[in-house]
């Protein structure tokens, strides 16, 4: 079984830049970082894969979100430089214990309970 535990969401200014954390417990293949915003549909922006360390980050935060891991914490990051109101949004960890993985949610089985994340203008 595995379990999620975000933490590090907050409230910063445009050009801020926050690091948010997820404790995991239980083996997983890869690890993701989703967002979503009101009224929007849940979009995965980083994915890792623990193991070897690849990482993936979607075209539209590549230069501004970074994703790493800590394994002697068995935590996962995602920090976040030069934030955007649009990047207002509820954070979710989410991981899968197999197969591909991808920036579509419904591949994840486990899911963290969510940590917001608001960029003010």
């Known amino acids: 079984q595995v379990q999620l535990v975000e933490s590090g969401g907050g409230s910063v200014q445009a050009g801020g830049a926050l690091r948010l954390s997820c404790a995991a417990s239980g083996y997983t293949h890869c690890v993701a970082w989703f967002r979503q915003a009101p009224g929007k549909e849940r979009e995965g922006v980083a994915i890792?894969?623990?193991?070897?360390?690849?990482?993936a980050t979607r075209d539209s935060v590549k230069g501004r979100f970074t994703i790493s891991q800590d394994n002697a914490k068995n935590t996962l990051y995602l920090q976040m430089n030069s934030l955007k109101p649009d990047d207002t949004a509820m954070y979710y960890c989410?991981?899968?214990?197999?197969?591909?993985?991808?920036?579509?949610?419904?591949?994840?089985?486990?899911w963290g309970q969510g940590t917001q994340v608001t960029v003010s203008s």
């Open positions: 890792i894969w623990p193991r070897g360390g690849a990482t």
């Open positions: 989410a991981a899968r214990g197999t197969g591909p993985c991808n920036w579509s949610a419904g591949m994840y089985g486990y």
